[in-house]
């Protein structure tokens, strides 16, 4: 058991649809990572939070956004879902703002859109 | 843009042999050099990690070897057994003062038969 909680573990929706994943990082850890899991594309960094703020953009979306709150659980919105958008979707956590160090990864939210 | 290449995509090796994996990054500036292993249903859960000031790492049967001249470094899984079945991703980084986060490979499913 890493320690990062999200939540839902499976969620199936329609294209159009907007849906929330949630996140708890482990106990102490300030920063927050969410990844983006396909089949043929391995696992694609999204965005970074570190103590409330954002700490670093990957290949997100337009039409995803997320936030970490004071409490440091975090959720990423997707909006008008797309069938493309189906994937598994990893929240992590560490200690560390930085790029290296260990990343404790969650069990993922399975998204489908049909 | 793949900034880390990993191959081979799935390998089926024989209880006891070595297993084999390789990775291969572009970006100079990287300096950590993780392995993650996921089984079905899990998050990543880190293996083991390298930096470039060594060119071998070793915990227990498995071993990072690091080649800086040629940007590779492969993961050696000695004595492979039915429990490291799983997939394997490479990935890499640039220390704490670039915005660049983990940069995975695309995986390796590794089945090993008894």
């Known amino acids: 058991d890493s320690g990062v909680t999200q939540t839902p573990k499976h969620l199936i929706t329609a294209t159009g649809q907007r849906v929330t994943l949630r996140c708890s990082p482990r106990?102490?850890?300030?920063?927050v990572y969410w990844y983006q899991q396909s089949l043929d594309q391995g696992l694609q960094f999204l965005i970074q939070?570190?103590?409330?703020?954002?700490?670093a953009k990957g290949n997100i979306l337009e039409r995803f956004s997320a936030q970490q709150f004071p409490d440091l659980h975090s959720e990423l919105n997707l909006s008008s879902l797309e069938l493309g958008d189906s994937a598994l979707y990893f929240c992590?956590?560490?200690?560390?703002?930085?790029?290296?160090?260990?990343?404790?990864f969650g069990e993922g939210s399975r998204l489908t859109v049909l | 843009q793949q900034q880390v290449k990993q191959s081979p995509q799935s390998l089926i090796v024989q209880k006891g042999g070595i297993s084999i994996i390789n990775c291969a990054y572009e970006n100079t500036a990287f300096d950590y050099f993780p392995w993650y292993q996921q089984f079905p249903g899990k998050g990543p859960a880190l293996l083991i990690a390298i930096r470039p000031d060594v060119s071998e790492k070793k915990e227990g049967r498995f071993t990072i070897s690091f080649n800086k001249s040629a940007k590779q470094f492969s993961l050696h899984i000695m004595d492979s057994q039915p429990g490291d079945s799983a997939t394997y991703f490479c990935a890499a980084s640039r220390g704490n003062f670039g915005n660049e986060k983990l940069t995975f490979g695309t995986g390796t499913r590794l089945t090993i038969i008894p």
């Open positions: 106990s102490g850890d300030l920063s």
């Open positions: 992590a956590s560490s200690p560390l703002a930085g790029n290296t160090g260990e990343l404790f």
């Open positions: 939070y570190y103590n409330g703020e954002e700490r």
